[in-house]
């Protein structure tokens, strides 16, 4: 059983920052990846950042530049420190995982989602 609990989302204006939390616990072999999904309402969930086990790094465009994604490995927790927010930031942001829970097997892991809205 793995769990990924987020934390950290709000309300904010816009030009403001957040930084949102997630952390992994449970029958965790090794973690090759984490990083931040959202969905906004009536689109796509779509990807915001992500970081994998070698530090690589990658972003939306969207998101480049204000956004950043960084990974304590040792907790298993992912954050995304996100400044200069936009109105059009606004979605349910996820937190996943690609993780091993034996050395053979690995799946996707999904926390709960947490708002973040930015007003204008």
């Known amino acids: 059983q793995v769990q990924l609990v987020e934390s950290g989302g709000g309300l904010v204006q816009a030009g403001g920052s957040l930084r949102l939390s997630c952390a992994a616990s449970?029958?965790?072999?090794?973690?090759?990846?984490m990083g931040w999904y959202r969905q906004a309402p009536g689109k796509q969930r779509e990807l915001v950042a992500r970081?994998?086990?070698?530090?690589?790094?990658d972003y939306a465009d969207s998101v480049k530049g204000r956004f950043t994604i960084s990974r304590d490995s040792a907790q298993n927790t992912v954050y995304l420190q996100m400044n200069s927010l936009k109105p059009e930031d606004t979605a349910v942001y996820y937190c996943?995982?690609?993780?091993?829970?034996?050395?053979?097997?690995?799946?996707?892991?999904w926390g709960q989602g947490t708002q973040v809205t930015v007003s204008s």
């Open positions: 996943n995982a690609y993780l091993y829970t034996t050395p053979h097997h690995w799946s996707a892991y």
């Open positions: 449970g029958s965790i072999f090794t973690i090759n990846a």
């Open positions: 970081v994998t086990s070698g530090a690589s790094t």
